[in-house]
């Protein structure tokens, strides 16, 4: 078994897909002979050919909108957007027509499409590059949102979005598509699109996170260790349906929660896990929840990037000052 | 300075059936047939009276808003009936003879226009899209749909049905180059009706022709009289057959005129006269084959009296069933959102259900 990178785990996992259903195919920007600008689906057209592996040209509304039209007629498409700020022509057509065909034909007409996008920021790219959009897309009825923090996790997540029923947003945290290298099994095998996962066992405090925050809050978790305080990580990997009972049995446990995601604070998802923490979980709450999220503020050009993105020690002293709350 | 031409074009108006009923030139070969086009005529009759009996059904509150076809049945009929079944519709919201065409129930049109989803569920034509609310954003799925039938080597081909405001949209753009670019056996066909609620073609673009929006993406254009359905059928039937020959998508522009308001939310009377209008009912597409039909001795008075009846009767018994129809049990609001109702969503099912907001 071979150690790769999160980016090449949705290649293989795209690969994998491929080979297993003849109704799979992957369209977008430089998909092709390029394999895309992050070479995600680098090798694709040599081993499937140009009639499963197709260039567009430059027009994300019509990815979106072909996408549904081969969906709906029984095809598979995985359809790239390059980068998560040009992503916002594609909302049309994912909210009112791949969350929709389902409901609004009775099942009779279905959309089994996958909208992929890098996502978030962190590699110093250019302007509308590096946005974290994923709330306004977890806000639409009828869409998963799915976020892998790891290559496992893209390998097996990636797999059960293109084999799921209904359409899902899958948003790759480039930051992390070549940082963290693992074993991951070319088996097939997927992983769930409704739960969450526990990345480490804690019993003081639950840090809440998705995609490429995961990094910084694990080492949180770590640095938190050396003062006595156990934190338990958990990795949201869905957005939507959210898996709020591991949530809170976690809280149960723990009595306080941070969350943590790169996306601007307000309307972020954060505030959704917030909000149903107070309905659902109040009474074992020792502390208020606290959010480490980015700032209501335009993503910064890559000189003062990092002023935005939520670091590891932000996580720490939200984590002590829920510990510490009296 | 060399300065020379390396591009021209062209766009062809097609025009058969004149509004005084009679033909200009030779007929196409199906036209020979008066059946044939007894049988267009039927559909037109029977649009206009569904047309009507949904206006009034509004007006007295049982049906929700209506966008009429009054005026241009020619255009969705003539276009349908150059379709196979097997091919594949894309329709805007006005096209409801061609749906009725496709195998759309009467009662679907009522159950879909009196807002219960499941006159989307079509029994008849299982593959054909329910009706684009958003303007244009159906072009798209045209394409996919030709490039899904054109990936299986099936010979089918699709129509998509827009109006003339929805070619100013960049996805209608984007969607006809795409056709181009991947040779996809699609016909893009504009209702050319000249207005877009109260914007007038001519504030739509300053293009001649809308026909011509084709020439920049690669592919053919043509107008053709949206008011004679015979044209309008000859054109789409040759443009179909380049589709599935070919691979060559058409635009087709037909122009024909919105004779009613935009919706029965609207009041045309604001933006445009009746000085404007009424010049527009002496071209309308059901008298002329009328009486084209008269004049080759097809239709008689009693076979008029007898249509208009039938319809009627079908019409009404259809308004019927719907008003007898009761809506769906307030559950299956959740039920169609996923394949699977997930357990986030079975909580604010049952909650609601309790008429709680515990979720
Ligand atoms: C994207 C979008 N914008 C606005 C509307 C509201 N609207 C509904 S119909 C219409 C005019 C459409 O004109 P046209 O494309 O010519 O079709 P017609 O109504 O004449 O059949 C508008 C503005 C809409 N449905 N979709
Ligand atoms: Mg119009």
């Known amino acids: ?326 | 300075m060399a300065r020379t031409t390396v591009a021209s074009f062209a766009i062809d108006r097609v025009a058969m059936l004149g509004s005084d009923g009679q033909m200009r030139g030779a007929a196409p070969a199906f036209a020979a047939d008066p059946a044939e086009l007894i049988t267009l005529y039927r559909a037109m009759v029977l649009t206009r009276s569904f047309d009507a009996k949904a206006v009034a059904m509004q007006r007295t509150g049982r049906l929700g808003t209506y966008a009429s076809v009054l005026g241009q049945e020619a255009v969705g009929i003539g276009a349908v009936a150059a379709m196979r079944p097997e091919d594949i519709l894309v329709p805007s919201f006005r096209e409801h003879g061609a749906q009725l065409w496709r195998g759309v129930t009467l009662e679907e049109l009522f159950l879909y226009w009196g807002g219960d989803e499941r006159g989307s569920n079509f029994a008849g034509p299982r593959d054909d899209f329910p009706v684009a609310i958003p303007v244009a954003s159906h072009t798209p799925h045209a394409v996919g749909a030709a490039l899904a039938v054109k990936l299986r080597g099936e010979d089918r081909a699709v129509v998509c049905i827009m109006g003339d405001g929805a070619t100013s949209k960049g996805d209608f753009y984007e969607s006809l180059n795409l056709a181009g670019v991947w040779s996809v056996p699609a016909v893009f066909l504009v209702n050319n009706n000249q207005w877009a609620i109260s914007v007038p073609r001519s504030a739509q673009s300053a293009a001649e022709t809308l026909a011509q929006k084709a020439v920049a993406v690669g592919i053919d254009g043509v107008q053709v009289d949206g008011n004679d359905v015979i044209a309008v059928r000859q054109v789409m039937a040759e443009a179909l057959a380049r589709a599935r020959a070919e691979g060559r998508p058409t635009l087709v522009e037909a122009v024909t005129y919105r004779l009613g308001d935009h919706t029965t939310a609207d009041d045309a009377r604001r933006y445009r006269d009746d000085a404007e209008v009424s010049p527009h009912w002496e071209k309308e597409p059901v008298a002329r084959l009328r009486t084209y039909l008269r004049g080759l001795g097809a239709w008689s008075r009693a076979d008029e009296e007898k249509l208009l009846e039938d319809c009627r009767a079908q019409v009404d018994a259809a308004a019927d069933a719907f008003l007898a129809t009761p809506p769906q049990p307030p559950e299956t609001i959740f039920d169609h959102i996923y394949a699977e109702l997930p357990a986030d969503l079975a909580a604010q099912r049952a909650a609601a259900m309790e008429g709680s907001d515990d979720g």
């Open chain 1, 1 to 326: 078994m071979a150690e790769i990178t999160l980016v090449e785990a949705v290649r293989l996992a795209l690969a994998r897909a491929m080979e297993e259903d003849e109704s799979v195919l992957v369209l977008g920007e430089d998909v092709g002979v390029d394999g895309g600008v992050f070479r995600a689906t680098d090798g694709l057209i040599r081993r499937f050919g140009p009639d499963r592996v197709r260039d567009t040209p430059l027009a994300e509304a019509v990815i979106a909108g072909v996408s549904v039209g081969l969906a709906v007629q029984g095809f598979r498409p995985v359809a790239e957007i390059q980068f998560m700020g040009f992503i916002y022509p594609t909302m049309d057509q994912m909210v009112n027509h791949a969350a929709r065909f389902r409901n609004r034909t009775r099942g009779r007409l279905t959309c089994p499409m996958v909208l992929r996008a890098p996502y978030g920021g962190g590699i110093h790219a250019p302007e509308h590059h590096s946005e974290s959009n994923e709330a306004m897309f977890a806000h639409m009825p009828g869409l998963r949102v799915v976020i892998p923090s790891s290559p496992a996790r893209a390998y097996g997540l990636m797999l059960a979005a293109v084999r799921d029923p209904d359409p899902v947003v899958f948003l790759e945290p480039k930051r992390i598509y070549r940082a963290i290298k693992e074993e991951v099994a070319d088996d097939g095998s997927e992983q769930p699109l409704d739960t969450c996962f526990v990345l480490r066992e804690g019993t003081d405090v639950t840090l809440v996170t998705w995609g490429a925050m995961s990094v910084e809050t694990l080492a949180a978790a770590e640095a938190l260790a050396e003062t006595e305080i156990s934190a338990e990580v958990i990795d949201v990997a869905t957005l939507k349906p959210l898996d709020m009972a591991t949530i809170l049995a976690s809280v149960e446990k723990t009595g306080r929660c941070v969350i943590v995601h790169e996306a601007a604070l307000t309307g972020g998802f954060g505030g959704e896990i917030a909000a149903r923490l107070a309905e659902h979980g109040l009474m074992s709450l020792l502390a208020p929840v606290q959010r480490v999220t980015g700032h209501d503020i335009v993503m910064p050009l890559p000189r003062l990037e990092d002023q935005y993105m939520p670091g590891t020690d932000r996580v720490v002293a939200a984590a002590r000052r829920a510990v510490e709350f009296a």
